[in-house]
C-alpha cells in the first residue's frame, strides 16, 4: 500500500487528494507543514507528497514552488484541480447577535492558511475589519485551534469537512473573495502514478538565460513556437543567487516522450540555457475526477 504525505485531516489538500484516490486504499501521513510534508517523501517515509501549487484567486503559491525548484529534487508524478471552498468556522453560539443570527463584531480574531486568508481578503475587510487575523499551517489547523479556545469569540477559514470534524458551525459559507475558486495541486514522488489514465499530459521544466543575452527569451518562446508546442504558463522566480538573476518555469501541454518537445529543448540548450525537467505527468480536470 502506498503512502500519502498531506496536510492534516479535512485541509483542502487532504479532501483533494482522497478525490484523486477515490476507491484506493491508502496509508495517509498526515503532517502539520507542508515543509513536512515535502520531507516526509524525500526521506523515504511516503511514497508521494501533495503540493498544492497554484490557486484561481492568489495565483502562484511561491513558497510551494520554491520548495518544489530549491529545497528537493522529486519529480512531479501528476497534476490535478480541486475546487477551495472557504467558510467561516466557529461556534454560533459565541457569534449570536440579540435576534440570534450571526454577529461578525463578536468574532475577535480569525485564524487559517495565509493562502485562504488571501482568497477571502474582501469578505474580512467588509465583515470583519476590526478581527485579529493570525496564520496557520493549515486551514485544518485554525479550525482545531478554534476547537481547542472555547469562550474566546475566535473562527476559522476552512472546509465543512473540517467544521464537521471539529462538531464546529459553519458561521458563512462560501466566502471567497471570487466563485470558481480552484487550486492546481502536484503529487510529487519518486515513482510514476499509475491509478489513473489521462489523455493529457503536462511537462514541467525551469529554464535559466544565459546572462547578458539579448533576445534570449525570445528565442526560447520560438523554439516552442514554430513546433506549435503549447505552454500552459511560464513564470520568472528569483534564483536566489543574485539580486536581478531569474528563472522561468514553464508548463507545457506535451509529455516529454514525443519527438518534438525534446527537440526544442535541445535548440533551447544550444542558445547556452540551462533546462531542468521538473516532470512530465498526467494532469486531471476536476471532472475527470467525478
Ligand atoms: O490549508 C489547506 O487547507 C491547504 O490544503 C493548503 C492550501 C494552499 O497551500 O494553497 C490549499 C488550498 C487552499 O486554497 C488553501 C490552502
Redesign the pocket.
Known amino acids: 500500500m502506498k503512502t500519502i504525505a498531506v496536510?492534516p485531516a479535512g485541509?483542502?489538500?487532504?479532501e483533494a487528494v482522497k478525490r484523486l484516490f477515490a476507491g484506493e486504499q491508502m496509508n495517509w501521513k498526515h503532517h502539520r507543514l507542508?515543509a513536512d510534508v515535502f520531507m516526509s517523501t524525500v526521506n523515504g517515509v511516503s511514497d508521494y507528497s501533495v503540493v498544492?501549487i497554484e490557486?484561481t484567486i492568489e495565483g502562484s503559491?511561491n513558497l510551494?514552488v520554491d520548495w518544489l525548484v530549491h529545497e528537493v529534487d522529486m519529480p512531479i508524478q501528476a497534476e490535478w484541480v480541486y475546487p477551495?471552498i472557504?467558510n467561516l468556522i466557529g461556534r454560533s453560539s459565541e457569534a449570536a447577535g440579540e435576534d440570534g443570527s450571526i454577529d461578525f463584531s463578536k468574532i475577535k480574531k480569525v485564524i487559517s492558511?495565509p493562502?485562504?486568508i488571501a482568497?477571502c481578503l474582501q469578505f474580512l475587510r467588509s465583515e470583519l475589519p476590526h478581527a485579529e487575523i493570525e496564520t496557520a499551517g493549515?486551514?485544518?489547523e485554525g479550525v482545531k485551534i478554534v476547537k481547542e479556545n472555547p469562550g474566546e469569540g475566535w473562527a476559522a477559514i476552512?472546509?465543512m469537512t473540517a467544521a464537521d470534524n471539529n462538531g464546529l458551525d459553519v458561521l458563512s459559507q462560501g466566502i471567497t473573495d471570487h466563485d470558481n475558486?480552484f487550486?492546481r495541486f502536484l503529487l510529487v514522488g519518486r515513482e510514476p502514478f499509475t491509478v489513473r489514465q489521462s489523455d493529457k499530459q503536462k511537462t514541467s521544466i525551469l529554464i535559466t538565460l544565459p546572462e547578458d543575452f539579448p533576445g534570449a527569451l525570445h528565442q526560447v518562446l520560438a523554439a516552442f513556437a514554430w513546433r506549435k508546442i503549447n505552454l500552459t504558463k511560464i513564470e520568472s522566480r528569483p534564483t536566489k543567487k543574485k539580486l536581478g538573476n531569474y528563472y522561468f518555469y514553464i508548463d507545457i501541454d506535451m509529455a516529454l516522450d514525443t519527438v518534438l518537445l525534446p527537440s526544442a529543448l535541445g535548440e533551447i540548450e544550444a542558445l547556452g540555457c540551462q533546462v531542468r525537467i521538473l516532470g512530465s505527468y498526467p494532469s486531471f480536470t476536476y471532472e475527470q475526477l467525478q
Open positions: 496536510l485541509s483542502v489538500s487532504d507542508i498544492p490557486n503559491v510551494h477551495s472557504q492558511h493562502v485562504a482568497q493549515s486551514t485544518s476552512g472546509t475558486n487550486t
